[in-house]
Every structure is written in C-alpha cells, then in structure tokens.
C-alpha cells in the first residue's frame, strides 16, 4: 500500500484533463509516466512494479471508451463490468451512453481509489471491487469491456479463460486493444478501428491504432 492516503497521492500527481480520443470524459492523468513510475515505486518501497496503470489514458481503454459513446446502443440499459478498470475510463463512458449500472474491478486498490475520483469528476455512478475475479464462474452482468489485458501470456491464459467461463454464460465480451502479442485475434471480430494519442514512454509510438473487437466463443 501506498505509505500516503491514495486520494492525497493522485490527486498531487495527476491533473483532471479530456481524454484525448474521447473529450466528453475528463480524468485524473499524470503528465509524465516515467516520474510518476518512480515516485510510485517509492511510495510504496518497492522497485521493479508494473506502470501505474490507473494514471493512463491506454489506446484499448480509449477505443472502447470512444466506440461505445459513439454507439450508445450498445450498453444502453445493460449492466456493465468494467475488468481491470484502472482509471475507470470504460465504465465511465458506458454510463453516459445510458448503462444501468456499471461494476469497476481491479486488483490495484490504487486504481479504484483513481477510478472513484474520476467518476465523481464525471457525474456518474459506478460500483468498485478491488480483487482478482478471473477465478469466478460468472458474473452478474450482460456486457463485460476489458481494456489493455493482453500484454503478457501468462495474464492472456488466465483472462482468456476467466472470458471463456463467461461467453458460456451468455455474457458478451468486448476487447480494447491495439494488438498487442497475446491477442487471440483468431477469436475476435472486429468492430471498431480508431488511431488515437497515448503516452510515448508507455508505449512504442505516440500515435497507436487500436481496436475493439467482439469475443466469440471457440
């Protein structure tokens, strides 16, 4: 855990600015990735941690946050999850496309901390887990967006297969991602197909193409 209250920590380190790719929602969002990596790592007097995740406008999280505030048809009235959330970006668009709820879960209590704040900055209502669900049967829900979640195999393997249990119980899958190694594009239709900004030092480029894809069962 961070050694300061999070809410003080995200609130020093970031600033509530648009999304580039979807100006409708603001969030908190750190100007410079690799400092804030460090202070983090510092904070929590551990060295070698994943990027903050939560402080990131990430290209999957952007396609699909754009996608469904263009096609709100697609959540209007649904109840959402929004897996590994970090910001929030996702369940926040879902809930101003007209989503009847929207669940946010992520094992980082960092980000649901950054994900409730930028609810609140965007007027909307969100639900918050902080756990790891990819052991979980099924999920009470009609739609489920997953943002950025396929960037090493052995976190693919075990979402693709906490995914799986879910198609089999009639829950639709929709994937962010600019197609990243571990993608199982042999399964995905694609839907959308945007080129958006994202942070240089995050990513191998400052301008990615990214897609959202609908999950098909095998």
Known sequence: ?????????IRRETRV?????????RLHLADEAMALWSRTEEELG?????????AFAWAGG???ARHVLDT???V??????DFACGSGLVGIAAMLAGAASCHAVDID???ITAARLNAEVNKV????????????????ADIVFCGDVFYDRPMAETVLAFLDRLLDAGIEIIVGDPGRSYLPSDRLTQLAEFTVPVVGQLEDNEIKRTYVFRLEEK
Not at 1 to 9: I, T
Not at 17 to 25: C, L, M, R, S, T
Request: charged share 30%.
């Open 62 to 64: 952007q396609g699909i």
């Open 1 to 9: 855990m961070l050694k300061e209250d999070p809410e003080a920590f």
């Open 109 to 111: 209590p960092v980000a």
């Open 76 to 81: 209007a009235g649904k109840r959402v999850v």
């Open 125 to 140: 209502d969100l639900g918050f887990e902080t756990a790891d669900i990819t052991g979980r049967e099924t999920l009470e």
């Open 46 to 54: 551990e060295i070698g941690l994943a990027p903050p995740f939560w």
């Open 17 to 25: 600015k648009p999304v580039p790719h979807a100006e409708e929602i």
């Open 72 to 74: 709100p048809e697609l």
